[in-house]
């Protein structure tokens, strides 16, 4: 099927109808195709044993590197959340003015 970019944009859902048809949609402009529109390749999916796989290889990857052993740097208690959900953390960790404001232009 062949349309121009005009006849694309008010009937897509009928070009999309074919494309899932099965139908190739070439799109032109002054009569020179711009863009194809062509059904979706299958896209392979992972197995529970590869994703199994990688879980593990990412484990031993973090061992390796002492990961599972390093605590956090500062203590993830009910204190440290609050500092966390306070505007002021984020402006003192990025640097930020007091005043600013990031709805304010």
Do not use: C, H, Y
């Amino acid at each position: 099927m062949e349309m121009s970019i005009r006849q694309f944009q008010e009937q897509i859902a009928e070009a999309l109808a074919a494309v899932e048809r099965g139908e190739r949609v070439v799109i032109t402009r002054d009569g020179v195709a711009v863009a194809v529109v062509k059904p979706a390749e299958k896209l392979p999916r992972a197995t529970d044993e590869e994703v199994a796989a990688w879980w593990e290889q990412n484990e031993r990857a973090r061992r390796a590197a002492g990961l599972d052993m390093k605590p956090p740097p500062f203590p993830l208690d009910e204190e440290w959340r609050k500092s966390f959900d306070d505007p002021a953390f984020s402006r003192a960790v990025l640097g930020l003015p007091d005043d600013w404001e990031p709805w304010r232009p």
